[in-house]
């Protein structure tokens, strides 16, 4: 069980940047990929972007070009930067390990919130 601590989030203009942090515990961090997911009221939860052990990552269409995830071992922190945002992107946000049925966690945490409105 992997315990999270997401922030970053808040109100932003569209075409504005927010950056996303998420510390971790409970795991040998470096051992697992990331994921950055998001989820907002009435649908399900999605993978806005993932990271390898080794550093190689993957987006959701949605968000390529826009967003970038990077990882500190050092830190077992993952990160989400998210440029050019778009209203399509307020959601919530979550940080958890990427796996095979990731859908099946129960370790989520609170998340952090992000809105994108003038």
């Known amino acids: 069980q992997v315990q999270v601590v997401e922030s970053g989030g808040g109100l932003v203009q569209p075409g504005g940047s927010l950056r996303l942090s998420c510390t971790t515990s409970?795991?040998?961090?470096?051992?697992?990929?990331m994921g950055w997911y998001r989820q907002t009221p009435g649908k399900q939860r999605e993978v806005v972007a993932a990271i390898t052990k080794d550093g190689r990552v993957h987006y959701a269409d949605s968000v390529k070009g826009r967003f970038t995830i990077s990882r500190d071992n050092a830190e077992n922190a993952v990160y989400l930067q998210m440029n050019n945002l778009k209203p399509e992107d307020t959601a919530d946000y979550y940080c958890?390990?990427?796996?095979?049925?990731?859908?099946?966690?129960?370790?989520w945490g609170q998340g952090t919130h992000v809105t994108v409105s003038s």
């Open positions: 409970g795991i040998i961090f470096r051992q697992n990929e």
């Open positions: 958890n390990v990427y796996e095979t049925a990731w859908w099946l966690r129960d370790d």
